[in-house]
C-alpha cells in the first residue's frame, strides 16, 4: 500500500514561485525508488490534466504548458516528490495531486510521452494565483 501527502500549496502572485511535496508512506511490499510518480492538476471547471512525471531513474516529462516553469524531482531516501513551480501563471491554480504508479491495478495515464500506471493518490493541496 501507498499513502500519500501533499503540502506546499498555498496563494502566490502571477510570476511568483511555489514548491509542492509529497510524502509517502509505504508497506514492505512497495520499493518507492521503483516507480514512476506523477504530479496532476485539477482546475475549476477542467479535467484533472497531467502536468509531470518522473521516473525510477530521475528522467522527467512534462505537459507542454508547463515545460521550462515546472520542476518534478524526488528523493528515495525519504521518499518525498517535489514539484517546483517558477513563473506561476493564472492558470496554474487549482488542486495539485501526487499520485503513484503500482505496477497494476491502476489507471494509465501518458504525461509528457510517458505513461504509468496510477493506482494511489493524495488529498491533494490548493494552490491559488493572484494577479
Known amino acids: 500500500q501507498v499513502q500519500l501527502v501533499e503540502s506546499g500549496g498555498g496563494s502566490a502572485q502571477a510570476g511568483g514561485s511555489l514548491r509542492l511535496s509529497c510524502v509517502a508512506s509505504?508497506?514492505?511490499?512497495?520499493?518507492?525508488?521503483?516507480?514512476?510518480m506523477g504530479w496532476f492538476l485539477q482546475s475549476p471547471g477542467k479535467e484533472r490534466e497531467g502536468v509531470a512525471v518522473?521516473?525510477?531513474?530521475?528522467?522527467?516529462n512534462y505537459a507542454d504548458s508547463v515545460k521550462g516553469r515546472f520542476t518534478i524531482s524526488r528523493d528515495n531516501a525519504k521518499r518525498i516528490l517535489y514539484l517546483q513551480i517558477n513563473n506561476l501563471h493564472p492558470e496554474d491554480a487549482g488542486m495539485y495531486y501526487c499520485?503513484?504508479?503500482?505496477?497494476?491495478?491502476?489507471?494509465?495515464?501518458?504525461?509528457?510521452?510517458?505513461?504509468?500506471?496510477?493506482?494511489?493518490w493524495g488529498q491533494g493541496t490548493q494552490v491559488t494565483v493572484s494577479s
Open positions: 499520485a503513484a504508479d503500482r505496477g497494476y491495478g491502476g489507471e494509465y495515464i501518458t504525461i509528457g510521452g510517458r505513461r504509468c500506471q496510477y493506482s494511489n
Open positions: 509505504v508497506s514492505e511490499y512497495y520499493t518507492y525508488s521503483r516507480h514512476c
Open positions: 518522473i521516473d525510477s531513474d530521475g528522467s522527467a
